[in-house]
């Protein structure tokens, strides 16, 4: 290869990259790299559960904690729980905890964790939920919503749609 | 000549990294309102109709679509939806959906004539990059017109925003 066709392949080459970089990371930064807010409104996160009683969110401080949006009314929500549930199953004995927080009224909620069988606690949301979502980083509040909280309590991620099973798969190995 | 193996490395990974962007469900979420375009007018003194303009990639749940008056003289008598896409869902049973326009005629009581009204509709959707919202509220103040002077203006629940990118 002569010396001025490696150059312009290189040039070239940054310049796709540089795009492509320009493209993925920007938008990474629109989808919300959690900010002090965020950590803020997970630090003193706290809503009643079915039965009333207010439950804090740092009671399991020290676990990984996946934090998830969801209703009833939501298709995709109803479709990637029954994988939570495995998952709890799997590794909640090493440290991974689900918590629900759902944007419905306490019937439905009762009757639809009866109907799926939920192995995990769900905290009541109500509208305000929807604003608690939005800080922390969903912006058009939006179902379902995730939140994954580290060991320390600190935001890892985040994800708006269905939390897939490779992806919880991977969040689980780095942060467990 | 080909592509240099420096070049074709370059570019794999530059794909491999918009790919990655566009993995992110949110990347090109529009807000409710933009995504369910809420407009109406009166066609009369004692008709109103109601459009909602789906936007391509979202649609609307037929059985969570409701319309009411706020704090008038007159209310809606009952209208009849038109009837959806109906499709099998694997939790919610047999659904109608709306995709495109949905326009739905309401009969107001009594007539209004020369006054004006709130109308507030309610609807619930989801885009089909696998994310639903919440029932959304809109209101529209709507001049109802004078019998026989035709159909008032139309009406949109907030001015429509350009976005190049959606």
Redesign the interface.
């Known amino acids: 290869m002569s010396q001025s066709t490696l150059r312009w392949s290189l040039i070239g080459g940054a310049a796709v990259l540089a795009l492509a970089a320009g493209v993925y990371f920007g938008r990474a930064a629109f989808t919300g790299a959690p900010g002090t807010q965020a950590q803020a409104a997970i630090a003193g996160l706290a809503l009643p559960d079915t039965t009333g009683q207010e439950q804090r969110l740092d009671q399991w401080r020290g676990k990984v904690v996946v934090v998830n949006f969801w209703a009833t009314w939501c298709a995709p929500c109803r479709e990637e729980m029954p994988e939570f549930i495995k998952a709890q199953n799997e590794w909640g004995p090493k440290g991974l905890q689900f918590v629900g927080i759902a944007v419905d009224s306490v019937g439905k909620i009762r009757e639809f964790e009866k109907e799926i069988g939920l192995n995990y606690p769900t905290l009541v949301g109500g509208a305000g939920a929807m604003e608690l979502s939005k800080v922390l980083g969903n912006e058009y509040m939006a179902l379902p919503f995730s939140v994954v909280v580290d060991r320390k309590g600190g935001v890892a991620y985040t994800q708006l749609g269905v939390l897939k099973p490779a992806k919880l798969n991977d969040l689980v190995k780095q942060l467990l | ?1 080909p ?2 193996p ?2 074709r ?3 794999g ?3 491999a ?2 790919f ?2 566009a993995a ?4 090109k ?4 309102e933009q995504a369910f375009f809420f407009s109406a007018r009166a066609l009369d003194d004692k008709t109103l109709e109601a459009r909602f303009s789906v936007t391509d990639g979202y649609y609307l749940y037929r059985d ?1 679509m409701k319309f009411d008056l706020d704090a008038s003289a007159a209310r809606l008598e009952s209208a009849t939806l038109p009837p959806g896409k109906v499709k099998e ?4 049973g047999k659904v109608e959906t709306y995709r495109g326009e949905v326009v739905v005629k309401l009969p107001l009581s009594p007539a209004m004539a020369g006054k004006s009204v709130v109308l507030v509709a309610e609807s ?1 959707g ?2 089909d ?7 959304t509220r809109q209101k529209i103040t709507l001049p109802i017109p004078e019998p026989g002077k035709g159909p008032g203006a139309v009406v949109e629940a907030q001015p429509r925003k350009k976005n190049w990118f959606n």
């Open positions: 000549m592509p240099s420096v070049l490395a370059l570019v990974f530059a794909c990294l918009v990655a962007g992110h469900a949110d990347a979420l529009l807000p409710p969570k869902d694997q939790f919610f619930q989801c885009a990059l696998g994310v639903c919202y919440p029932p």
